[in-house]
């Protein structure tokens, strides 16, 4: 069995984990959600606004990351800038946005799967398990293969989006309708605020490459990567965008695979087969770089003694092979569920909400630790983080309070409930039954450690009686 993990990603593994997290199969549901609210085909300027947002979150989690470059940092950071009990009920709910992600995901790649085949649902829930079991069993064999396959996946599904979006627009003759205007008498600038916060959606769980610093050849790769995914994102979606907003209708906008449509427009039947297996990959890519990012994270917090010692061991491969197998089962649970009801967007209301909820916290965590721990080396430090950290507070919070009662354009408190619930349930692990999990370890390290002094003993003592014998 390996003791530790292996420094094994490169920038390129770690540009497609970040990448790759982010955009899932829901993210083509959310640029065709920008196009209603802004005139022509200038939806995709608010996937660029959102990304000029999210520089303001790469450089806390950057400046985080450098301070705290382990697999627990968003579990260690939060610790140090408020109340150890708060912050560990925080990182367990957060916990929960890979699971939601993961279960969303599973259910678009469902349907896009039924709508093309015209298969029962029971065959798109035979490829859900399939690439669930894809992506375990990937990442049961260590991070080098976890890296590979998410490499393939994520860069062939973000190069695949790209060409087909400018193949749909050329088909157009590339007459977009004013695509530098948003704002019309139909279309007052509030809209253009609503579609901003919603595509920075678009880029969320981007960060969660964090996680992976341990096995990054360098730590310094990591807020490279995050930078270099930004700029990937935002490119492919706003192209996207374009592409839907100029050639889709209202009817192909609002159902659950709006990319297939645009693929169709493209090239025809094959283009919207290549489509099908696109969106397929970025169910590989998600689950894959899921479960190999909240895997160490759990791997981690175990490690420190915050959850049960059984996720803290590794396989042959050093792979973290408890909390891969438990991440891999509830999300096929929740899969399952998803695609029988079809609730998926209360899901990404509710993750959508989580995410938010951690930017906002990153914010606070930046201001916190300048405040609190001046001196501490800062490998990479955010430009003007007093002020900046406060502000990504106070606008990710905000975000993350819109986003807690609204599914779609509805208000709905459902995601509150689920996030007050999960908090509540994460609450009571950390004050009833994580003090009796340190309670046995701090026990089972003691009966080591003393079972090792009798043996040291024993040994000096057996080791004296024969020099005593020695003639």
Same mark, same amino acid.
């Not at 899932?24 to 959600?33: E, H, T």
């Not at 579990?75 to 150890?84: G, P, S, T, V, W």
């Not at 890979?98 to 799967?113: E, F, H, N, R």
């Not at 490690?303 to 792979?319: D, K, Q, Y």
């Given at each position: 069995?390996?003791?530790?993990?292996?420094?094994?990603?490169?920038?390129?593994s770690?540009?497609?984990?970040?990448?790759?997290?982010?955009f899932?199969?829901?993210?083509?549901?959310?640029?065709?959600?920008?196009?209603?609210?802004?005139a022509?085909?200038?939806?995709w300027?608010?996937?660029?606004?959102?990304?000029?947002?999210?520089?303001?979150?790469?450089?806390?989690?950057?400046e985080?990351?450098?301070l705290?470059?382990?697999?627990?940092?968003i579990?260690?950071?939060?610790?140090?800038?408020?109340?150890?009990r708060?912050? @560990?009920?925080?990182?367990?709910?957060?916990? @929960?946005?890979?699971?939601?992600?993961?279960?969303?995901?599973?259910?678009?790649?469902? #349907?896009?799967?039924?709508?093309?085949l015209?298969g029962?649902?029971?065959?798109?829930?035979?490829?859900?398990?399939?690439?669930?079991?894809?992506?375990?069993l990937?990442?049961?064999?260590?991070?080098?293969?976890?890296?590979?396959?998410?490499?393939?996946?994520?860069?062939?599904?973000?190069? *695949?989006?790209?060409?087909?979006?400018?193949?749909? @627009?050329?088909?157009?003759?590339?007459?977009?309708r004013?695509?530098?205007?948003?704002v019309?008498?139909s279309?007052?600038?509030?809209?253009?605020?609503?579609?901003?916060?919603?595509?920075?959606?678009?880029?969320?769980?981007?960060?969660?490459?964090?996680? #992976?610093?341990?096995?990054?050849?360098?730590?310094?790769?990591?807020? &490279?990567?995050?930078?270099?995914?930004?700029?990937l994102?935002?490119?492919?979606?706003?192209?996207?965008? @374009?592409?839907?907003?100029?050639?889709?209708?209202?009817?192909?906008?609002?159902?659950?695979?709006?990319?297939?449509?645009?693929?169709?427009?493209?090239?025809?039947?094959?283009?919207?087969?290549?489509? =099908?297996v696109?969106?397929?990959?970025?169910?590989?890519?998600?689950?894959?770089?899921?479960?190999?990012?909240?895997?160490?994270?759990?791997?981690?917090t175990?490690?420190?003694?915050?959850?049960?010692?059984?996720?803290?061991?590794?396989?042959?491969?050093?792979?973290?092979?408890?909390?891969?197998?438990?991440?891999?089962s509830?999300?096929?649970?929740?899969?399952?569920?998803?695609?029988?009801?079809?609730?998926?967007?209360? =899901?990404?209301a509710?993750?959508a909400?989580?995410?938010?909820?951690?930017?906002?916290?990153?914010?606070?965590?930046?201001?916190?630790?300048?405040?609190?721990?001046?001196?501490?080396?800062?490998?990479?430090?955010?430009?003007?983080?007093?002020? =900046?950290?406060?502000?990504?507070?106070?606008?990710?919070?905000?975000? *993350?309070l819109?986003?807690?009662?609204?599914?779609?354009?509805?208000?709905?408190?459902?995601?509150?409930?689920?996030?007050?619930?999960?908090?509540?349930?994460?609450a009571?692990?950390?004050l009833?039954?994580?003090p009796?999990?340190?309670?046995?370890?701090?026990?089972?390290r003691?009966? &080591?450690?003393?079972?090792?002094?009798?043996? &040291?003993?024993?040994?000096?003592?057996?080791?004296?009686?024969?020099?005593?014998?020695?003639?």
């Open positions: 069995m390996a003791t530790q993990l292996r420094r094994a990603l490169g920038l390129r770690v540009v497609s984990t970040s990448t790759g997290l982010a899932a199969a829901i993210d083509y549901l959310a640029v065709a959600s920008l196009v209603g609210g802004v022509g085909d200038s939806a300027l608010a996937v660029v606004i959102a990304g000029v947002l999210l520089l303001l979150v790469w450089g806390a989690f950057s985080l990351n450098g705290f470059p382990t697999a627990a940092a579990r260690l950071y939060m610790a140090k800038a408020m109340d150890d708060v912050a @560990l009920t925080i990182t367990f709910t957060y916990l @929960l946005t890979i699971v939601l992600v993961v279960a969303a995901d599973a259910y678009i790649v469902g #349907s896009a799967i039924a709508y093309v015209g029962a649902l029971w065959v798109a829930i035979v490829c859900i398990v399939a690439l669930l079991a894809l992506a375990t990937s990442n049961l064999r260590g991070i080098r293969v976890a890296g590979n396959v998410q490499d393939i996946a994520t860069y062939t599904v973000l190069l *695949a989006s790209a060409v087909i979006a400018i193949m749909a @627009l050329a088909r157009g003759a590339f007459a977009l004013t695509p530098l205007n948003p019309d008498a279309h007052p600038i509030t809209n253009l605020i609503e579609a901003v916060a919603l595509a920075i959606f678009v880029y969320s769980a981007f960060e969660w490459v964090t996680t #992976s610093a341990e096995e990054a050849r360098s730590p310094q790769l990591i807020p &490279r990567g995050m930078l270099i995914a930004l700029g994102l935002c490119g492919v979606c706003a192209l996207l965008t @374009l592409g839907m907003s100029h050639l889709l209708t209202h009817a192909q906008l609002t159902t659950a695979y709006p990319q297939l449509f645009l693929a169709e427009h493209a090239a025809g039947s094959v283009g919207l087969f290549v489509m =099908l696109v969106t397929m990959l970025t169910a590989v890519n998600t689950f894959n770089g899921a479960f190999l990012t909240a895997s160490r994270f759990m791997y981690a175990a490690r420190e003694g915050s959850l049960p010692p059984i996720f803290a061991r590794l396989n042959t491969w050093a792979a973290p092979w408890a909390p891969i197998l438990a991440l891999g509830g999300s096929l649970v929740c899969a399952i569920v998803v695609a029988l009801t079809g609730a998926w967007p209360v =899901l990404v509710t993750g909400a989580l995410e938010a909820m951690i930017y906002a916290v990153a914010g606070f965590c930046v201001w916190r630790l300048r405040r609190t721990a001046p001196d501490q080396e800062r490998p990479f430090r955010m430009l003007l983080a007093g002020p =900046l950290g406060l502000l990504s507070c106070v606008l990710f919070g905000a975000l *993350a819109i986003a807690s009662v609204t599914v779609g354009t509805a208000t709905n408190p459902a995601p509150l409930i689920i996030i007050v619930v999960v908090g509540i349930l994460a009571l692990y950390v009833l039954a994580l009796r999990i340190r309670r046995a370890e701090a026990a089972r003691a009966a &080591r450690g003393s079972r090792r002094e009798a043996a &040291r003993a024993a040994k000096a003592q057996a080791q004296q009686g024969v020099g005593d014998s020695t003639p």
